[in-house]
């Protein structure tokens, strides 16, 4: 497998409108994080790690499928 061992499945959208919302997008983003992000072992590591990293093609609402 690729990535992290946390992956979630993406909801599959009925109409164009659930595409953007927050269920249908952040499944996406997280599957899409390294692992070192996602198996970080203290919430503050986790959030200095994701710091770190570049979200800016995820507030485009670019996710990833």
């Known amino acids: 497998t690729r990535g992290h061992s946390?992956?979630?499945r993406?909801?599959?959208?009925k109409v164009e409108s659930q595409?953007?919302?927050f269920f249908y997008?952040?499944?996406g983003?997280?599957?899409s994080l390294p692992s070192?992000?996602?198996?970080?072992?203290?919430?503050k590591n986790f959030k200095s790690r994701l710091s770190l990293l570049s979200l800016e093609h995820f507030m485009r609402g670019n996710g990833v499928r």
């Open 6 to 8: 946390y992956k979630t």
């Open 10 to 13: 993406i909801p599959l959208a």
């Open 19 to 21: 595409k953007q919302s």
């Open 25 to 27: 997008r952040i499944p």
């Open 29 to 31: 983003i997280w599957n």
């Open 36 to 43: 070192d992000v996602v198996n970080a072992a203290t919430l």
